[in-house]
């Protein structure tokens, strides 16, 4: 849904209505991943995808009668060879689509309550998730936050505890709770790129990291360094401050990433300091073997255990014998998407 949502604003204050089909289960290869999102409006125009092509034109075809009855409907596709080259799944994947009316049509005060805080996440890169019941006559929604508020139609504590552990596991999922269907869409906060020291292979890091849809972070204390810098595309954030002055401001759990790059044991080993005692998926530092050596010296002499150090990825980055700022950067980048599809 986050890829279609200037879309759906300007449908929807065009006044277009428009049914939504979400892929909320798959089977073997299929595809496109649980998550994926079509949405057909009532001139039949569309946009997004649930099967790369294969089952548009069925799901498009779906989607009328629901616009006008508004009652959802589970639209499975691929269930046998004969079906699967009918639909275009030759592949022999299997999928299940939820489609629905979309909720900012609803007259329900619950619904537009969902809408207008599911806006305002996705907007404001603020996790949620998205809970639409499956079943009955009309479309029913909640949303849950990382602080366990919810908004919209009241749920159990049972589907709370369930949309809350989801989010934990960044996993979209169908929930089978007290003899009834729900999908819990999750939409987390982009990942942290956390950039302590500005620099040339700073630069490329942060255009790589950006396009790689991460939320970027520079942190150096050195003004000349964070001011002088020329970025072609900015990061979202940049600190001219010491590591201990603001890193604590940042959420270090298992997706944030940080990567050392000054060349200054002051600054990173500051960094350091508090990244090591946190939960951050990553931890990278740029320098040869020999100043690795010297760092994790230095780090066992302040008490860090090997173990601790361990974390530490240096020399940084996917070996592809990088020289030029450019190539660092992507050997960089690399790591960082090896490590975080470990958990995918």
Known sequence: MLELLPQIEQWVQDDQ????????????SSPRPV???LIVNEAMEMAGSVSGGCVEGAVVKAAIPILQSGQPENLP???TDEDAWSVGLSCGGKMQVFAERFLAFSKEEAEQKVWKELLHCLKNNLGCVFISRMGGEESRHA???????TIGHPISE??????????????????????QSYFAQVFPRKSQMLIVGAAHITTDLVRLGNLYDFETIVVDPRGIFAKKTQFPDP???????WPAEVLRNF???EYTYAVLLTHDPKIDDQALDILLKS???????????????KRKNRLEKSGFTSEQIDRIHGPIGVDINAKRPKEIALSIMGEIIKIANQFK
Do not use: N
């Open 77 to 79: 596709f691929g269930v």
């Open 143 to 149: 949303l849950v936050l990382p602080s366990g508020q």
């Open 35 to 37: 998550g994926s999102a």
């Open 235 to 241: 990061p979202h954030q940049l600190h001219v401050e």
């Open 158 to 179: 049972e589907l709370l505890a369930a949309g809350k552990k989801c989010y934990a596991e960044r996993k979209s999922q169908v929930l089978e709770l007290e003899g």
């Open 17 to 28: 209505t428009f049914a939504i089909a979400t892929v909320i289960k798959t089977w073997g």
């Open 279 to 293: 939960d951050v998926g990553y931890i990278g530092a740029l320098g040869s073997r020999k100043t690795h050596e």
């Open 251 to 253: 959420i270090l759990d």
